[in-house]
């Protein structure tokens, strides 16, 4: 079974800087994408940065290009975003999801809050 586990949200001022992390298990191969995406209240959920495995390419939102860091600790089967510069728009539910062919599969969400 495929588990992901979020984890390192919490409540940051503008300009601050935090790290979410996603923990993976289940998957016994690395031809996979790890993808966060995040939900604020009132607003679609959105995908933010994504990582490969298999070769490491990334990607960001335009919304965070620049401020973001995606990466990733094979030992550790974990996926980091690193957040830096955040604003008050950047609040929302983080969710990371692991995605490998037609298939996907979801951690829970970690708070995120931005605000003085």
């Known amino acids: 079974e495929v588990q992901l586990q979020a984890s390192g949200g919490g409540l940051v001022q503008p300009g601050g800087s935090l790290s979410v992390s996603c923990a993976v298990s289940g998957l016994s191969f690395e031809d996979y994408a790890i993808v966060w995406f995040r939900q604020a209240p009132g607003k679609e959920r959105e995908g933010v940065s994504c990582i490969s495995k298999s070769d490491r390419s990334t990607y960001y939102a335009d919304s965070v290009k620049g401020r973001f860091t995606i990466s990733t600790d094979d030992a550790k089967n974990t996926v980091y975003l690193q957040m830096n510069s955040l604003k008050p728009e950047d609040t929302a539910v983080y969710y990371c999801?692991?995605?490998?062919?037609?298939?996907?599969?979801w951690g829970q969400g970690t708070q995120v809050t931005v605000s003085s």
């Open positions: 999801n692991a995605q490998w062919g037609r298939f996907s599969s």
